[in-house]
């Protein structure tokens, strides 16, 4: 029984790992884009209409990478949009993000109407059109280790092994935004053109560049969220598939207060709950019995108002975020 | 919107009208239906329910050669809307298509009483001109429940339903009971995927639920869940699990991996349904279409026909013959509100 309850705990952080993903992807997106001083509520049409992108090309031409290479660019386009209206015209950020996801919602339908005539969605995808799970070696290695052996190599076979590139490159990406915010000169200026953009602009750097450079970045790994979605982890584009998963990320952000370390555990968090959500319903637990599933999915939600009520620290986002800056003549 | 079928087959439809006209004067009676039909959300090539409809419908034209309007709804507002506008330019006799389309039906229905109406999926309205289909969806899922508790090599399957209403519970309700009847110590895992509409669209979800049930050892799990089972669909297929489709022939969305399907055949009451009407034999209330009337079946093509043995096809058609000889009554949870099996 103690066996069964370990491993179901240990396929829970598997699916964990996996829910987490486009949820990771596009909160590092997000603080690239905040850090800069863009809101940047689009995430979820960017992701929408990426998976779209991903899903599309992957059909028409075969192939995964093209899929992801297009998603990438689409979502790039629809970030210089984003960047074009409130950087270059000082618009209202909200508002311009807000048009992207309602655009996504209906252009993705639509297009995929006049291509595939399936609905809105697009074909279903083979496995030689989709990034494959990657099973890594050394699982035997490790299973034959004394003692720890059998516990570590279910966690390595389960947890650890068996995903595909993206789920890798996500992990990854919370490192590169990491070292990238922290660590280089490029960072210090993204985060001080979010705090102080007049300083930048003494120092003889264009804050709007900077600005595009972020949302650039931002477009990036919003495409790969999409992809993931489309392409990886799904097998297909259907309507509507980003299901909210944009504006959860974007709580994770905020949870975890613009840093990406404590971004990541966030996103990892409401992917948990996802996870056991999916699992508990209709099991019999020990002691509790059975659990309403309603209140797993309630609870991202209720956690996310209850910690931005101030229970946890307090979340302070960049300074200068959500205006536009006008350079002084 | 009002899309037209191709120039192609409108001129087939006139030279087979000419040829009719010349043999027999019936064709008279043809002229005077002007039938028209209102795909759902999803729309007619959605590979499931609308593209059985739509089957029905080609079926009626190629026979008939009687031309039948179309309407694809893209959003919740246009249904009525829709509706007005085939009563407006003339139509006789109008499908709807979906539990979805009750509200809009059941008013225009009202306000035109020369128009005759028909809609598929429900069962509850009351008009002098309108007729309703009704499925017995549970006795078609208690067939594939028989064939997924034959196929399963752990005795464990699964169900992954879209929101979680009674009509999916009906669904879940006859599948268990298929499944109990050949083990009746099998286990069925139940999952639904959310108590929203969006429950119909999460692929991804759909995906996770069936590889939690894989997880807990499940080997063969049946979705009810419109979009969000091609996420069912594909977790079995990557996982070299079977999965059973629903509504219109799924078999070939992921050929090797899909057992079967429970056909709902929707075809079947749009043809009858305008066929009926062109005939003068239209009758207004309620047609239940079961496994008698063929109205559900399970699906057996190429593309599974390696995964059907012998023993899976003999169990499921002895399943048949005894919901036919009356034998075995499938329960309607619709009908109580429970599952006894």
């Known amino acids: ?329 | 919107m009002i899309k037209k079928s191709s120039l192609g087959k409108v001129v087939a439809g006139v030279a087979v009208l000419a040829m009719t006209s010349l043999i027999s004067p019936i064709s008279a009676i043809a002229n005077d239906i002007k039938p028209a039909v209102i795909f759902d959300m999803g729309g007619k090539f959605d590979k499931s329910f609308n593209e059985g409809v739509w089957e029905g419908v080609k079926k009626f034209t190629e026979e008939t050669g009687i031309e039948v309007m179309e309407f694809e709804v893209t959003n919740e507002t246009q249904r009525e809307q829709a509706m007005r506008r085939m009563v407006e330019r003339g139509a006789t006799i109008v499908l709807g298509v979906g539990f979805a389309q009750a509200d809009a039906i059941s008013k225009v229905s009202a306000e035109n009483p020369d128009t005759l109406f028909s809609i598929i999926d429900v069962g509850w309205l009351d008009a002098p001109n309108l007729r309703q289909y009704v499925f017995k969806e549970h006795e078609g899922s208690y067939l594939v429940g028989v064939a997924a508790a034959h196929a399963s090599q752990t005795n464990k399957v699964g169900f992954v339903g879209g929101m979680d209403i009674p009509l999916i519970r009906k669904f879940a309700c006859g599948y268990v009971g298929g499944v109990k009847s050949v083990t009746a110590s099998a286990d069925v895992f139940q999952n639904m995927t959310g108590p929203t509409p969006s429950a119909w669209n999460d692929p991804a979800k759909g995906a996770e639920l069936t590889r939690s049930q894989i997880d807990r050892g499940a080997d063969v799990v049946y979705h009810a869940a419109g979009g969000t089972g091609l996420g069912v669909i594909q977790a079995a297929a990557d996982s070299g699990k079977l999965a059973i489709g629903v509504d219109s022939n799924q078999n070939g969305l992921a050929p090797g991996s899909v057992l079967t399907s429970m056909l709902k055949r929707v075809d079947v009451a749009a043809y009858e349904t305008f066929m009926d009407a062109k005939n003068g034999n239209f009758s207004s209330g309620v047609t239940v279409l079961g496994v008698a009337e063929g109205g559900v079946d399970w699906a057996l093509d190429d593309n599974n026909a390696s995964l059907v043995t012998d023993k899976i096809k003999s169990a499921v058609e002895a399943a048949r013959s005894d919901i036919l000889s009356g034998k075995v009554v499938v329960h309607n949870y619709e009908s109580d509100s429970s599952c006894p099996y």
């Open chain 1, 1 to 329: 029984m103690m066996a069964e309850l370990w491993l179901q705990f240990v396929l829970a952080l598997d699916a964990t790992i996996r829910m987490s993903t486009p949820l990771i992807f596009c909160a590092m997106a997000g603080i690239f884009s905040e850090r800069s001083g863009i809101i940047d509520i689009s995430l979820e049409g960017k992701m929408l209409l990426s998976a779209f992108a991903a899903a599309s090309l992957a059909a028409l031409t075969g192939s995964a990478m093209i899929g992801l290479v297009g998603a990438i660019i689409i979502s790039v386009l629809f970030s210089l949009l984003h960047g074009f209206a409130c950087i270059t015209h000082k618009g209202n950020q909200v508002v311009s993000g807000l048009a992207i996801n309602i655009l996504a919602s209906g252009l993705t339908v639509t297009i995929g109407f006049a291509i595939f005539s399936q609905g809105g969605q697009t074909p279903f995808l083979g496995r030689e059109q989709r990034f494959m799970p990657l099973e890594l070696p050394f699982i035997e290695v490790i299973e034959s280790l004394p003692i720890i052996g059998p516990s570590l190599g279910v966690i390595y076979s389960e947890v650890i092994s068996g995903h595909n590139i993206l789920v890798w490159l996500a992990f990854l990406a919370v490192i590169v935004t990491g070292y990238v915010l922290f660590r280089t000169t490029f960072g210090l200026r993204l985060r001080a053109v979010g705090e102080k953009p007049e300083a930048v602009d003494t120092a003889g750097v264009s804050v709007s560049w900077m600005r595009y450079k972020a949302v650039i970045i931002a477009g990036i790994l919003c495409g790969m969220a999409g992809a993931y979605l489309s392409v990886a982890h799904g097998g297909g584009f259907v309507r509507e598939m980003t299901a909210g998963k944009g504006y959860i990320a974007l709580a994770a952000m905020i949870f975890g207060n613009w840093r990406p370390v404590p971004v990541l555990l966030a996103c990892l968090m409401f992917g948990f709950l996802e996870a056991i959500a999916a699992r508990l319903q209709g099991v019999d637990l020990p002691v509790i019995g059975q659990v309403s599933t309603d209140l797993i999915l309630v609870l991202p939600y209720v956690l996310t108002v209850i910690l931005l009520a101030g229970f946890v620290g307090k979340a302070v986002p960049p300074r200068a975020i959500g205006v536009p800056y006008a350079k002084e003549r």
